[in-house]
């Protein structure tokens, strides 16, 4: 995947310098002022697109601790009806779920990946594209990572649509020596373009997710409670993903306090909570 957006990045970049040097260089001050700034956004944007990837690859997507128990304190537990299990944030399914290969319990909305071989806490999908299970801490990565792609490949696009637009009318195809250059336009115009299109479908199916609170395979399960229980609003449910501080809410990772309470509202019990407590923090 690294490589396919490496490529789009460098395709972008020399068909907008081919495209824009000259304007920057012999251009009048404001073309060459609106280009230079076009360029900066595009830029910061691959920045950001490179960090959301990388952290979505290397950050753990949320591991269940060694002999975590879904029940308060010891066996005897396990023999109460479910109304005690309510407390531990039982409330899908009203019972304990255990994962036969990983012979351990296992909290609510984790899934066995068999990539990884072991289960993944709230987790959305395997991702061949980042080699890597996501799940509750590396989601936001992920959104992020589509969200900066989705708009770089948009400005790469829009920025191109001119020369494109002039090479159809003829102006500048003419001379033999903008043969490659009108390659190349084309190229990252059609790249960009289609990229552009795939990722924004892909967003806007991530958008309703978040909005609801499903994550990829239970939005694909078949059975499913009438009343979803992890839905506790679009705020909130928005909030529970990228946390409260909106500066937070575009970069990739999480502060150490902020994984503390993901991870403690996932195993404790009381999986809608997270927003509430990042409020606190
Ligand atoms: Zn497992």
Known sequence: ?????????????????SAYAPRITHDGAGTAAASLLAFALFFFLVVMLTWSYFACVLLEPGKVPQGWSPFETDEADRLESGSHRQDKGLTGTGRP?????????????????????????????YCVWVANSVGLLNYKAFLLF??????????????????????????????????GRFA????AFVVDLAFSLSLGGLLAMHARMVWLNYTTIEMFEKQRAAQWPYDRGARRNFEEVFGTRFWRWWVPTYTAA????????????????????FAAL
């Open 1 to 17: 995947m690294i490589l396919v957006v490496l490529f789009f990045v460098l395709l972008t970049a020399s068909a907008l310098l």
């Open 97 to 125: 779920r255990y994962c036969r290969k990983c012979q351990a319990w296992k909290p609510e909305r984790a899934h066995h990946d068999s990539m990884l071989g072991r289960c993944v806490l709230r987790m959305d999908h």
């Open 146 to 179: 589509l969200f900066y792609t989705f708009l770089a490949c948009l400005l790469g696009a829009s920025m191109l649509l001119g020369d494109v637009a002039r090479f159809f009318k003829g102006i500048d195809a003419a001379s033999p020596d903008n043969a």
């Open 184 to 187: 190349l336009t084309m190229i």
């Open 258 to 277: 902020e994984k503390a309470r993901m991870l403690d509202a996932t195993l404790n019990g009381h999986p809608s909570s997270t927003a509430t407590e």
